[in-house]
């Protein structure tokens, strides 16, 4: 895939599964300690790594609740695209579209969920999701439809 830095210059990207072993740590500057999350077996865990390099983090679960959806536990972009500095603003679009993808290819056609990625927001992201394309449904409680999660993943899954 095909992945843009703030001057425009295109680098190649790929997404693929994580282990313990390409974890980051809490310490190195993340939100979250994901060494310790990758323990649970029930997830999936993907990493957006550009010239080698980590640059954000997702984590996916098929939940059963009335029938299976896909469900995001957590997203994360590398501490160094954080703010106005971050040399890649398309991480976090193109882990949330690849969630979207994730739920396409793990559900049956037929399944009511098909397509949709649900989750949970802090409440001062909600606004940032919603900028993707994401619905409020109660609460903090949000999710991408089907439609959503095709406009994302035609902007930036171009080459999947």
């Not at 939100?31 to 323990?39: I, K």
């Not at 649970?40 to 957006?48: C, P």
């Not at 010239?51 to 009335?66: A, C, D, F, N, R």
Request: charged share 20%; aromatic share 14%; net charge positive.
């Amino acid at each position: 895939m095909k992945f843009k830095d703030l001057n425009g210059e295109e680098f190649e990207c790929q997404i693929y599964q994580i282990g313990k072993a390409q974890a980051p740590l809490k310490k190195d500057g993340w939100n979250f300690n994901w060494r310790e999350l990758v323990a649970n077996k029930k997830r999936k865990f993907f990493g957006l790594y550009v010239q080698g390099k980590l640059q954000g983090l997702i984590s996916l679960e098929v939940q059963v609740i009335g029938a299976p959806m896909m469900f995001m536990h957590q997203i994360e972009i590398a501490p160094e695209n954080v703010g106005s500095k971050g040399r890649f603003k398309s991480t976090a679009g193109t882990l949330l579209a690849y969630a979207c993808y994730q739920s396409a290819l793990h559900l049956e056609t037929s399944n009511s969920y098909y397509g949709y990625l649900v989750f949970d927001s802090k409440t001062n992201l909600i606004a940032q999701y919603k900028k993707y394309g994401a619905l409020q449904s109660a609460g903090s409680k949000m999710y991408f439809s089907p439609a959503a999660g095709k406009r994302l993943m035609e902007q930036y899954l171009q080459d999947i």
